[in-house]
């Protein structure tokens, strides 16, 4: 059931529906907000269903597009919510602070202000479209930098210091408190009910899914393996026409790392005949979209590297602006370029220091 997409970028989010005796698992329910709540209901109806039939609910990563709906339908079905065992939650704190669920009217107007925001910052989701590969399906990811998370406590608040000394997080001016309080309402991520393990079996449509715990666009990456039919829902791990973003902020000491491998792994399934993914129409090849997503943050590090040999000693920001057209310079070009630089670091194929104001100045290693 694919589902709008309000934020700039993709347009839609896929909505997958999984049937068996007990009624309806869903994965992935769109964004929060009034609107995709409105179209998945409208899916669900054209497919005689409606969210009582919803036993269960799968959120694949904490991205808004991910969990927006789920726990409405948490709420409303009474459905069991599952998600990896990292799903990032509020802190404690956060959820005392907000002990009154949002009315329709608040959701409403939030959603409105919300992706006013996002259509000022050019922020959406899943990629930054490249040199080589310019798209405008260009989406950035609003609030997984949201500093009110528990496992996102490292990461960049709005209109804070990134870690690296660059952009500070854009916010405009003017309505900010609004924007933020407007994100803060429609972007809590939910309470997951069951949050799985990697390898752990979990029973939806007649089928035996694996979990597969796959991090690099998210710490809490998960993806279902249903090794009997061949099915993988890949999430936004595996996308067949976009190259899922990768941000240095947040999401370990090494995300690249932690992303390369975890494509290797669902390459490595035995029997995958079809990959069911967030964004884009199912495709049958995983391995052969792993071999060229691999292949694409190959080739970004050694355009980084080249550039860094052209210009030397440079900070995050100065590199990010040798590798990306103008019109996507910013906080998300800039973190993808510190996950690439900083897995580079790590590998030892550059240096890493810092100046005398604290910014983080890099240098790749020559050309072998
Ligand atoms: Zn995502
Ligand atoms: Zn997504």
Redesign the pocket.
Known sequence: MQLPIWMPGLGH?NTYGLLDDNGLAVVDPGLPGPSSWKALKQRLKQAGFGVQDIHTVIVTHS?P??FGGAGRIKKEAGANLVAHRAFTTWSLEETNRRNHLPTEEEQAEAERIAAAAAQALDIG??EIPTIADHTDDYEGDPLRDNPTTETQAQSVPWGGETPWGGTKHPIPKLTRRMKIRAMRMLFRPPNPSQRVVHGERIQLAGREWVSIHTPGHTVDHLCLYDPEHGLLLSG?HVLPSITPHISGVGNGADALRSYLQTLDLVAALDGVKLGLP??GHPFDDVPGRVDAIKEHHEERMLFIRDASNAIGPATVQDISHEIFPKKHWGVMAESETFAHLEHMVLAGDAERWEATDGTLMYRAAPAA
């Open positions: 989010v991205h597009d991910h989701g899943e936004d967030a964004h």
